[in-house]
């Protein structure tokens, strides 16, 4: 197994900007997060685009803008996103509420991640397709020609050299968006999978754990979540 017992402490990349944004952008993001990607996004190689699987509401696009800029990283920037949750059953309430239903839930999210990538990403805004990671993948391999959801035109396609997979997290997806990742991702790129620290309870971890065995890919960090390394 390609790993290590103890991979080094990355460096922290938290700031003074990233706390007041994480005040006022709503997410679920691991400051350990932000310390891998800082680290992924400095030594990546400059062939290739950034993936991010999996928006929400923002707040992680917005770290990695943030990112971006301060480590004048110039590699184009997509995101996917549907905006379909696990449990989630459009037309049905959300929950007990009388008034509020699942419908309401995702669109008031997607507008959040559309004011949140405006206003924090200004200048940087990523290339969101409004796609599951499976019909993104398929899109990407095709090289088509569409439109993100700012309403500019975008053509996917050619290789990754960061991919941060925050999709669904069940075994069989994490797999596919793992293995659709390796299939674009060029010798040196990073793959920062959320959730999937030891002890996780979600499907991520194992998935982690079939790519150690692989021999390509060198664990960077367990921050706690795990940073790879494609080495070939």
Sequence with gaps: MNTLESPPRLPSAWSDYLLWMSFAVPGMLNRGNVDAMAHALQHMP????????GSFCGLSTCVLSYLRRKHAVTAPFFTCDRW??????????????????????????????????RTFC??????????????????????????????????????LNFCYIDGNHTYGYARRDFDNTDHALVAGGFVLFDDSGDGSQWDVNRVVQDVLKFGAYLLVAKAPNYLLQKQR
């Design 46 to 53: 400059r062939e290739g685009s950034m993936l991010e699987i």
């Design 84 to 117: 379909s949750f696990e449990g989630q059953e459009l037309g049905a309430p959300l929950g007990d509420a009388p008034n509020v239903t699942h419908d309401d839930y995702r669109t008031f999210v997607r507008e959040s991640f559309l004011r949140n990538a």
């Design 122 to 159: 200004k200048g940087d805004e990523p290339r969101t397709i409004e796609k599951d990671s499976d019909e993104f993948f398929d899109a990407w391999k095709r090289r088509d020609a569409t439109h993100d959801v700012f309403g500019r035109a975008a053509t996917l396609g050619g290789p």
